[in-house]
């Protein structure tokens, strides 16, 4: 009996990915951000063709499995990359992303399951200037971007996937063989990807970035979160251990957490860790106006902060209810 299963991660720019004279041409309309990619991944070409993701890392395989035991398996799929369009006025260019080659390290056989390991990815489409420590100072070179699949497949049927190795940016979703969100990088760190993912800090030289891998928050907290980010929100940035609210301070504004991650600490105890997409701080909107957790960073932290006003009520107390522990 042959088994076959997948493994897809979308590579693509959430809205303001990238600060400082980087972010000049995305101000200026030449280049653009990306929507988010859907909920339910459908077709990974079909965003690649709408310009709608920068990249696609598909990890496809296959086992036999014979009276219990698995005699064969193999590789399918593979990377594909986007173009980057930019607009000057009515003028539209497209600049293809180099490919590299797919890396597929011999799996990983036992009697009873089979471990695949894919890495795809490429030069991005544009060359910028970038400083170097050698004369004459100055590179004009296109970054890497690339993410490192993983794909365990047993002999009952059943499978576990992840992201164990992804580039620092863009931002890299991961959907299962049916075509669900099921993980996501936790961090975005353009300033060190923009100055180091080149030759020997790649995959196809010596260094794989280890993925930070974050849970999917609600598709509720999703929907929110682009009317949040729309609504022109104040921004503030936190570094690894800062506090965002301490349990008990009075308040009443609402958080998106953008990049990175936070643990919730109640009563002195980390009950839970969440990563961006996240919505916090509704339980003060929503009772006596205090903080009923301390939210703290565990890495650097780009949030953003609305009143609580700005964002429907009923959709606040939905996402309570779904955070009470189940009795």
């Not at 100055?195 to 891998?213: E, Q």
């Not at 919730?264 to 839970?272: K, M, P, Q």
């Not at 961006?276 to 565990?298: C, F, H, N, Q």
Request: glycine letters at 10%.
């Amino acid at each position: 009996m042959r088994i076959q299963s997948s493994v897809t991660s979308i590579a693509w720019i959430p809205q303001g990915a990238i600060a400082g004279l980087t972010e000049l041409p995305f101000h200026l309309s030449v280049a653009h951000y990306d929507m988010p990619p859907p909920d339910k991944l459908v077709d990974h070409n079909a965003l690649l063709d709408a310009d709608a993701a920068r990249f696609a890392n598909r990890l496809e395989a296959w086992i036999e499995v014979d009276d219990g035991k698995i005699t064969g398996c193999g590789h399918l799929g593979g990377g594909r990359l986007g173009r980057t369009q930019l607009k000057l006025g009515s003028l539209g260019m497209a600049f293809p992303a180099v490919a590299f080659p797919d890396l597929r390290p011999e799996p990983a056989v036992t009697p009873t399951e089979v471990t695949f390991v894919q890495t795809a990815g490429g030069r991005t489409g544009v060359a910028a200037p970038r400083r170097v420590s050698r004369p004459p100072f100055v590179q004009i070179a296109a970054p890497s971007a690339w993410s490192t699949l993983t794909l365990t497949m047993r002999a009952d049927g059943s499978s576990e996937r992840g992201l164990i190795g992804a580039s620092p940016f863009p931002r890299h979703w991961v959907y299962d063989e049916a075509g669900e969100l099921i993980a996501k990088s936790g961090l975005i760190d353009f300033d060190h990807w923009y100055r180091k993912a080149f030759g020997a800090h790649t995959p196809w030289g010596d260094v794989d970035s280890p993925a930070l891998v974050t849970a999917v928050e609600s598709a509720l907290e999703r929907e929110l979160s682009l009317g949040i980010i729309n609504s022109k929100p104040q921004w503030r940035r936190l570094k690894e251990g800062d506090s965002l609210v301490e349990q008990g301070d009075p308040g009443a504004d609402l958080f998106l957490l953008f990049d990175g991650v936070l643990e919730v600490e109640i009563d002195g105890e980390v009950v839970t860790q969440v990563g961006p997409g996240a919505i916090l701080g509704e339980m003060a909107s929503l009772e006596d106006g205090k903080r009923t957790a301390t939210l703290r960073a565990v890495t650097a932290c780009r949030v953003a902060t609305v009143p609580a006003d700005k964002v429907d009520k009923g959709a606040l107390i939905e996402i309570a209810e779904k955070r009470k522990p189940s009795s």
